[in-house]
């Protein structure tokens, strides 16, 4: 009998974040949207060992609708007598979600497959909550060849932990610079080149400070694209970055001859705090002395949908965003040509993070078969555009890079999003280890006291101590 990569034996039908999770209210009004071939559906996870395959989803209860509408049909006509029920669980970012879905595995409702972003990867493994595709990838490596041809190695290796993976991904964000078109025509700024440094977007900041009546500059508080790309740009980073050993099962195979995947591992290895280092400490320190010098605004908390829709209505000339803006721009009213991006500055490296996701199947899973046979059919152009329907985020299929895509979202510079991957091998994805979830809670309060008090290595010591706790419990 085959088993699986932890040793448990395939079921007939095979297809936390820490721990303390408290119940939560937004999932007792998760929806479920069925797909049947009779039209029913059911509001509850879990796998029943049944047909039924439950999908969580992060986004409304509309995002679900959409993804089944878009990637259901086929998948049934497979897979006759099957019933796809997608789970919306809409939370403010992905920390409010994988809260959610710890509360939905705590209280015996997990569903069979779940939505995983890079920050929640660790955190699903190490509970040993996530199942490892090792043996299933392995097993139909002759399909499988065409999709990773097309996937750069960095968003497989970033779906890895401890030599194994647990995500497909469909999609993913770098952190790139966004600009308002209309501000630099306004204020007679040009484009940035590709290799532009930290004293080039100053000079572009003070410019537009003085001419345009804009913010020069606007963030959010979050991981994923805030004073966090200052600080990888600066070669630095909250916990120290290495590898996993392992992986050669996944190179040997699948990257035998691309050179992007020389070097690789079983994934990132978040080792020792490094928060109150010098180089991190500076980069959160000119957050500050640029609000000082008012070359921008105190940043949001949250998700980025206020930053967004300031940055359309031409009230921000700069800010941080991946492939998901362009199509959040085009739905707030923003021409293609009237917002742009180019690669993130360089500091003492030009350095980009990112973070990509997919989904991942549940070990709690009776239907480990079937949801196997739901992530494979992900990786398809057809159902990957389906996913990514309106440039909402960047597919991980590089031949689905093209300027068709891009000509009703825009932007012009369209080549930057996956350009990044190739361009800057040293592009990293952000810092997640399994205590991500206690970690970004913290990092949050940092920040703010940081502006606040306009004390950034005061925070950060702070935030060192609390982070040297949180991976001590984790390894004990």
Request: proline share 5%.
């Amino acid at each position: 009998m085959r088993t699986t990569d932890d040793g448990t034996p395939y079921q007939i039908s095979r297809r936390g974040f820490l721990g303390g999770v408290g119940a939560t209210a937004g999932v007792a009004a998760a929806a479920a949207v069925g797909l049947t071939g009779c039209g029913g559906s059911s509001a509850s996870g879990g796998s029943s060992g049944s047909n039924t395959l439950t999908v969580a989803v992060n986004g409304t209860q509309s995002a679900a609708t959409a993804i089944s509408q878009a990637v259901g049909p086929a998948f049934k006509q497979a897979h006759p007598g099957v019933t796809l029920n997608f789970m919306a669980i809409n939370g403010t970012d992905w920390n409010d979600y994988f809260s959610k879905i710890l509360t939905l595995i705590a209280s015996g409702n997990p569903p069979d497959l779940t939505t995983v972003a890079t920050e929640g990867l660790q955190l699903f493994a190490a509970k040993g909550l996530a199942q490892p595709l090792n043996s299933y990838v392995m097993s139909d490596k002759a399909s499988l060849q065409e999709y990773f041809s097309d996937v750069h190695p960095v968003l497989i290796e970033s779906m890895m932990y401890q030599g194994n993976l647990y995500v497909l991904p469909t999609d993913f964000n770098a952190g790139n610079m966004y600009f308002s078109t209309e501000l630099l025509d306004k204020t007679g700024v040009s484009y940035p080149a590709d290799n532009w440094t930290k004293d080039d977007f100053h000079t572009m900041a003070e410019k537009w400070a003085g001419t345009s009546g804009a913010v020069a500059w606007d963030w959010v508080v979050r991981l994923w694209g805030s004073w966090t790309s200052w600080m990888y740009a600066n070669n630095a980073n909250l916990l120290t970055e290495g590898r996993w050993p392992g992986g050669s099962w996944m190179w040997d195979t699948f990257y035998k001859n691309d050179p992007a995947a020389q070097g690789r591992g079983g994934g990132w290895h978040w080792g020792a705090p490094t928060a109150n280092d010098t180089a991190t400490v500076d980069a959160l320190q000119y957050m500050i002395d640029l609000k000082n010098a008012k070359l921008s605004a105190p940043p949001d908390v949250g998700g980025g949908g206020t930053l967004q829709g300031l940055f359309a209505s031409n009230h921000i000339a700069m800010t941080i965003g991946g492939g998901f803006w362009a199509g959040g721009l085009h739905t707030a009213g923003m021409s293609p040509t009237a917002f742009d991006v180019q690669y993130f500055p360089a500091w003492s490296v030009q350095k980009h993070l990112l973070g990509d996701a997919g989904y991942a199947m549940l070990k709690s899973s009776k239907n480990k078969e079937m949801a196997w046979e739901f992530m494979k059919s992900l990786t398809a152009p057809a159902a990957l555009g389906a996913l990514v329907a309106g440039n909402t985020s960047t597919p991980t299929r590089r031949s689905m890079m093209t300027a068709s895509r891009y000509a009703p979202t825009g932007p012009a510079h369209w080549e930057v999003f996956y350009g990044t991957l190739d361009k800057f091998p040293n592009t990293t994805p952000i810092p997640a280890p399994p205590y991500y979830q206690q970690m970004a809670t913290a990092f949050s309060n940092a920040t703010t006291q940081a502006m606040s008090s306009g004390n950034a290595k005061a925070a950060l010591d702070g935030l060192q101590t609390q982070l040297e706790g949180f991976a001590s419990s984790s390894s004990t």
